[in-house]
Nanobody, 128 residues
Framework: QVQLAESGGGSVQAGGGLRLSCAAS????????LGWFRQISGHKREMVAS????????FYADSVKGRFTASRDNAKNTVFLQMASLKLEDTAMYFC?????????????????????WGHGTQVTVSS
């Protein structure tokens, strides 16, 4: 059973930064795609970033390019989302998602239905 556990959310002032972590358990060795999504209450989930375990590039939503960086620790089956220059509109619940045995794809990962497993989320609140 795949389980994803996000951590690192919190409250921060605009312009500040946070680092989110997603620890994945139950994934087989090899390539898996892990994604970060965010959701504002009443709105659809939006892909923020995705990165494959093992190797491969990360993909980003246009709204976060240059400010957010996804990275991985393959030994710990953990991915990270380093968020900098946070804006008020970055306030949302952030979710980690996984699709086992797949490389991330720049188009496919924009679709939340492509992912099979989800974490419970961690709240990020940016204030002025």
């Amino acid at each position: 059973q795949v389980q994803l556990a996000e951590s690192g959310g919190g409250s921060v002032q605009a312009g500040g930064g946070l680092r989110l972590s997603c620890a994945a358990s139950g994934l087989t060795l090899g390539i898996n795609c892990l994604g970060w999504f965010r959701q504002i209450s009443g709105h659809k989930r939006e892909m923020v970033a995705s990165i494959s375990t093992g190797d491969g590039p990360a993909f980003y939503a246009d709204s976060v390019k240059g400010r957010f960086t996804a990275s991985r620790d393959n030994a710990k089956n953990t991915v990270f989302l380093q968020m900098a220059s946070l804006k008020l509109e970055d306030t949302a619940m952030y979710f980690c998602a996984a699709r086992p045995n797949s490389y991330c794809d720049s188009l496919a990962t924009r679709n939340e239905d492509w992912f099979r497993y989800w974490g419970h989320g961690t709240q990020v609140t940016v204030s002025s």
